[in-house]
C-alpha cells in the first residue's frame, strides 16, 4: 500500500492519517483470535483494569503469536511507515489496548513520546505509531481523541505526575497533561476522533496529543498499535533498560512480507 502525497501532508499537519478497511474481515478474525489466545498467556506482558480482572491492554504478542508477527511486516502498514520515516524501520513496541465493553476505563490525555523519554531516554521523537482496528470504532465505544496538530509544538509536558498505575509500563495517567493545557491546546486547534469499520488503521504521531473515555457500551473496542522506530534512533537508557516485552531491543530493520495472516483452508498461518 502506497500513501498519496496528499496523505503525506496530512499526516505531516495534523499528526494523524485514517485509512479505510486496511484489512479484509477474515484477517482481521485471524488477529482478534490470535488476541484471544494471547489474553490466556499469564506474565507481566498482560496489564489487567484496576477494577475487576478484565484486560486493559497486552503487550508483544508479536512474539507468541504468528498473526502479529505476520502483520508487523505486512506491506499495507511497513510501506506507509518507511515512507513517512524515510529510511529502515524495526518494531519498537507493540500492544493491544482491549477497552472491553462496560469496564474498559479510560485512556487519559498524554503524548506517547514522553513516556518513551523519560522511562527510555529515546533520543529523537521519529516514530510513527500504527493504530489497527480489532473492532468497529464508533462514538460509543472509546474511540481515541486526538488535537490534530497538537504535535507541531514538541513535548508540552516535563515529567512523571504519579506512579500510581503502573510499574513497567507508563500509563498515560502517569504523564498526563493538565486540564489547563488540555483546554488550551483544544481552543486552538479541536478536537477530532477517527472511527470506521474493523480492519481501518490510523497513523499516528508520538507527539500528538491523545486520550479516550471510558468503553460503557457493550461493544469491545481492540485496538492494536504497533510503534515503528527508525533504526538509530534506540533508547540509550541511563539506568536498567525496560523490558523486552515493552521495549524491543531487537533493531533489525524490518523487510515486507506479505505472508498472508490467513490461510486458504480458513486457519491461520501457525
Ligand atoms: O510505557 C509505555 O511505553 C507506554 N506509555 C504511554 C503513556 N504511551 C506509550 C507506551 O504505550
Ligand atoms: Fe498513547
Known amino acids: 500500500m502506497r500513501l498519496t502525497d496528499e496523505q503525506v501532508r496530512r499526516y505531516r499537519e495534523r499528526g494523524f492519517l485514517l485509512v479505510e478497511s486496511v484489512f479484509d474481515a477474515a484477517e482481521v478474525d485471524a488477529v482478534r483470535e490470535a488476541f484471544l489466545r494471547d489474553t490466556r498467556v499469564p506474565g507481566e506482558q498482560r496489564i489487567l483494569e484496576e477494577k475487576g480482572d478484565t484486560v486493559r491492554a497486552v503487550y ?16 499495507r ?13 524495526y518494531l519498537f513496541q507493540l500492544k493491544v489496548n482491549a477497552k ?7 485512556w487519559a490525555w498524554h503524548q506517547d513520546y514522553l513516556a518513551w523519554r523519560l522511562a527510555d531516554n529515546l533520543p529523537e521523537p521519529r516514530l510513527v505509531n500504527v493504530g489497527v482496528f ?11 481523541i486526538f488535537v490534530p496538530g497538537s504535535h507541531r509544538g514538541g513535548l508540552l509536558g516535563d515529567g512523571r505526575r504519579h506512579s500510581t498505575k503502573s510499574v513497567q509500563h507508563l500509563d498515560p495517567d502517569d504523564i498526563s497533561l493538565t486540564h489547563a493545557q488540555l483546554a488550551d491546546l483544544v481552543s486552538r ?7 470506521g469499520p474493523a480492519g481501518s488503521v490510523v497513523f499516528f504521531d508520538p507527539e500528538i496529543v491523545h486520550g479516550s473515555a471510558p468503553n460503557m457500551s457493550p461493544f469491545p473496542r481492540k485496538l492494536l498499535i504497533a510503534t515503528y522506530n527508525l533504526v538509530g534512533n ?4 541511563t539506568g536498567k533498560p525496560r523490558p523486552d516485552y515493552l521495549i524491543c531491543r531487537d533493531n533489525r530493520p524490518l523487510q515486507v512480507s506479505d505472508a498472508p495472516l490467513v490461510t486458504a483452508d480458513g486457519g491461520t498461518n501457525t
Open 100 to 106: 472491553p465493553p462496560f469496564t474498559g476505563e479510560q
Open 234 to 237: 534506540e533508547p540509550r537508557p
Open 60 to 75: 508483544s504478542s508479536h512474539r507468541r503469536q504468528p498473526e502479529f508477527a505476520a502483520l508487523i511486516r505486512n506491506g
Open 134 to 144: 480489532l473492532d468497529d470504532v464508533t462514538e460509543f465505544n472509546g474511540p481515541v
Open 189 to 195: 486547534y479541536g478536537m477530532e476522533s477517527p472511527k
Open 77 to 89: 502498514l511497513l510501506e506507509p511507515v518507511r515512507r513517512l520515516l524515510g529510511q529502515d524501520v
